[in-house]
């Protein structure tokens, strides 16, 4: 007899809430096999060190995405974490749903059960939100969503300068009016961070029918007669099969998941037969559909000593770390997030299509102390993210070999509307700093730099420098053609008993960052799985679309919206 009703691979976003949910009730033998280790650590607890944590190589993946002629065939890093929790324990902690155009978009492509009154209930249920119990957010989830706290001098300025350039304030992205700008919520709880594994799996991991194997590499799911029945996995170099006696849940991320499916044999039979694996079951979409969210970035060197440069002086920072570990405050309890807007780039878009933020502090920050070293100095850091971008990507295999990586084709800037999209945020940047009272806090810019006008200028710093969200999704799509992967079901068409359960799952990218849509997307599964009828749909009052922007805030050539 198997060991177990259900086999997870992979611990992470979505891994984490499956395990807790499937085996709450006590009924089913649930086995959940993560190829990392312990997420007790220090580096990805405190909130401000996530830059470090998400490149620090003993607890991530070490992807690089392949050298591409549009983006100066530069190896982009795209940081995913090999732990428990998965990318959960090593990102910025932000929390953001999309907006409810992005489900609805879902749903009318033919995936019923997936629209924004659909997937509000689960989003609910997940969070304890610090606002609330409301009609947009959950009071008692497992994941805190904490407030961020405000510069009082710099925040202010900046949402007056924002007010200045036509755009309203806004109290909640997710709640009735999504565009805005204002501060974004996080996964933090008590100044730590929230991830999966802290939320989710750890008040789960006494339960006798839960067995959590770490550094437990996944190589292949095994299919019988058209049915998966288990996961074979490496641990201490041997050679392990972990049966399943209801369902294998692949749930380990957009470039994992599809590569288990391709190790697995099912995909593109022409790629696989050229990485030496027998094709299994056709599928012509595993690997492809990867979208992300480009990013651009602008810095600013401030006129005065207001940014979190303060906090890095060693002195300071040694005092910030002892508040931190004796009560979870201070400055590392939380990102130097100065604001946050989502915008429309284009007055056509019916909803926001650029997520538009500025930290105080530079991406080269680093601990200083006179006469031992110099800090980066007093920057503001602005980074804009195309939501709707119509270039895509792909997932491949690089050989047979399961532990090799996979090949992650970005696609970025191959054509002429992302190309010409990130152009237009590097002007909004540009507008949002020459805008009073913000334009008194600069006093030069520092990237592009001010020699970079032409489209041309600006496009060959567009192509040194561009990089993702690190939001990849689609590679194992949800649809109805042909080349979607899975049903509506999430189960994996044509195959019994298999399913992929994270962002991988996302017919497009939400428009933000995807750790809660993946979170959301997890408690949602568990439902499918269990047979458990859904929970009713929300009934929410949605604002109408504002106006489109005045002349100061808005811009020409949007990205086409999917």
């Known amino acids: 007899m198997p060991e177990h009703d259900f086999v997870i691979v992979g611990a992470g976003s979505a891994g984490c809430v499956l395990a807790n949910r499937l085996s709450e009730d006590g009924a089913h033998r649930v086995l959940l096999l993560e190829a990392g280790a312990s997420d007790h650590r220090m580096l990805t607890a405190v909130p401000v060190a996530w830059l470090a944590a998400a490149s620090t190589p003993a607890i991530g993946w070490g992807f690089e995405a392949e050298p591409e002629a549009a983006t100066d065939l530069r190896s982009i890093p795209q940081p995913r974490g090999k732990l428990l929790g998965g990318t959960s324990s090593i990102n910025g902690m932000m929390y953001s749903r999309g907006n409810a155009g992005d489900y609805d978009r879902w749903r009318d492509a033919g995936l019923a059960g997936w629209g924004f009154a659909d997937v509000l209930p689960y989003f609910k249920r997940m969070e304890t939100s610090w606002r609330g119990e409301g009609p ?45 700008f204002g501060l974004p919520d996080f996964t933090i709880r008590r100044g730590r961070r929230d991830s999966t594994a802290i939320a989710y799996l750890a008040p789960a991991q006494h339960r006798r029918n839960l067995t959590v194997e770490t550094r437990a590499h996944a190589t292949r799911v095994v299919i019988e007669h058209g049915r998966a029945i288990g996961v074979e996995y490496v641990k201490s170099g041997q050679r392990h099969l972990a049966r399943a006696a209801r369902e294998v849940i692949v749930a380990a991320g957009a470039f994992n ?264 997307i997890a408690e949602k599964a568990s439902d499918l799985i269990l047979g458990r009828p859904p929970p009713p749909p929300s009934s929410f009052p949605l604002s109408p679309a504002p106006e489109p922007l005045s002349s100061a805030g808005a811009t020409a050539g949007s990205p086409r919206s999917r």
């Not at 805190?144 to 309203?168: H, K, N, W």
């Not at 895509?392 to 999209?421: H, K, Q, Y």
């Open 136 to 180: 947009f957010h959950g009071g008692s989830g497992p994941l805190a969503v904490s407030r961020q706290p405000r510069d009082p001098f710099i925040t202010p300025r900046m949402l007056e300068a924002a007010a200045r350039l036509g755009y309203a304030e806004s109290a909640d992205f997710h709640g009735p009016q999504a565009e805005g």
């Open 257 to 520: 998941s599809p590569q288990l499916l391709l190790l697995s044999g099912i995909g593109p039979p022409r790629e696989l037969e050229a990485a030496g694996i027998a094709p299994l079951h056709a599928l012509a979409g595993v690997g492809k559909n990867l979208q992300d969210h480009p990013l651009v970035v602008a810095a600013y060197r401030a006129s005065r000593p207001c940014t979190f440069e303060r906090a890095l002086r060693l002195d300071r920072l040694a005092l910030a770390l002892l508040a931190w570990r004796l009560a979870g405050t201070g400055p590392l309890a939380a990102n130097p997030i100065s604001i946050q807007g989502f915008l429309r780039l284009g007055s056509a878009a019916r909803w926001p299509d650029v997520q538009f933020q500025v930290s105080h502090v530079s991406m080269l920050a680093r601990p200083w102390f006179p006469g031992w070293r110099p800090g980066a100095g007093h920057q503001f850091t602005a980074v804009a993210l195309s939501l709707r971008p119509a270039g895509t990507g792909e997932v491949t295999l690089r050989s047979a070999d399961p532990l090799a990586s996979p090949r992650i084709r970005l696609g970025l800037l191959g054509n002429e509307a992302d190309r010409r999209t990130a152009r237009e945020m590097l002007r909004l940047a540009r507008r949002f700093f020459a805008t009073d009272p913000v334009s008194a806090l600069v006093s030069a810019e520092l990237a592009p730099g001010p020699a970079a006008r032409s489209d041309e200028e600006l496009d060959a710093y567009i192509r040194a420098t561009i990089q993702t969200g690190a939001h990849p999704a689609g590679t194992c799509a949800m649809g109805r053609d042909d080349p979607a992967v899975l049903d509506a079901h999430l189960k994996v068409r044509g195959i019994e008993s298999l399913r992929v359960a994270d962002a991988s799952s996302m017919p497009d990218v939400v428009s933000g960052n995807t750790n809660a849509p993946t979170i959301m």
